[in-house]
């Protein structure tokens, strides 16, 4: 079933631990996304990337950082996680940066302690 | 600012009754505007998008939103509600070429039987 994959589905790491979420899609949509979701707060953007080899910083990219090596792959790295970025992550994809249906992975549940 | 936002945190009806869930936005070009539906520990699933032309749009599991540009709203609506429709329910607007939707904080539906 064409898609998206995220891993792992959860994750509890330390704080100063560098941690990569993997996100892969099969729908060779171009551009690609990663949100972080937060309680009372909705879905905010950390990067984004309109196709392979760029990337941008979205609302909340600090302590993040992306690769987009390959249209199916955007993993999302944290150098050197903190408490506060204790959050569910989404990947999410579009065919191209001028069409505005995105499409969302599971997501990954990380604790940071 | 591009805003939305979702004025009822949560909203429990019994099983069998109308829905009505608001979305009021702010925008500063013309919107494109989404519904999506999250399931608990699942990703969002796109219900519903407004593009252009026709202001009542209809979408999956026999939900419908209006759109009013004279109020800055797009309501999501269902006239008979279904146990299996308890979810958090999220309105998201956006811009042709813009790199990321904008999300309002979310509904949690309860449904009662």
């Known amino acids: 079933i064409a898609g998206i994959t995220q891993a792992p589905t959860s994750q509890i790491l330390a704080a100063g631990r560098r941690m990569t979420l993997r996100c892969t899609q099969d729908?060779?949509?171009?551009?690609m996304y990663w949100y972080r979701q937060d309680l009372g707060l909705g879905l905010r953007l950390i990067h984004y990337s309109n196709t392979a080899g760029t990337t941008g910083k979205g609302e909340v990219p600090d302590g993040y950082s992306v690769s987009r090596a390959n249209t199916d792959d955007f993993p999302l790295t944290l150098a050197s996680a903190v408490p506060s970025q204790t959050s569910v992550y989404f990947c999410?994809?579009?065919?191209?940066?001028?069409?505005?249906?995105?499409?969302f992975g599971p997501g990954t549940r990380l604790t940071v302690l | 600012a591009q805003s939305v936002t979702q004025p009822d945190i949560h909203i429990t009806v019994s099983e069998g009754a109308s829905l009505e869930l608001r979305c009021n936005y702010s925008y500063g070009a013309t919107p494109y505007l989404f519904w999506y539906v999250q399931s608990p520990g699942q990703g969002l699933q796109l219900l519903l998008k407004y593009f252009s032309g026709d202001t009542l749009v209809q979408g999956i599991k026999g939900f419908e939103a209006e759109f009013k540009r004279s109020q800055s709203s797009f309501n999501l609506r269902k006239p008979s509600v279904h146990w299996s429709d308890a979810a958090e329910y999220f309105c998201a607007v956006g811009a042709r070429g813009a790199q990321k939707l904008v999300f309002g904080q979310g509904t949690r539906l309860t449904i009662n039987p």
């Open positions: 999410a994809s579009r065919r191209d940066s001028n069409t505005d249906t995105q499409y």
């Open positions: 729908m060779r949509h171009n551009a």
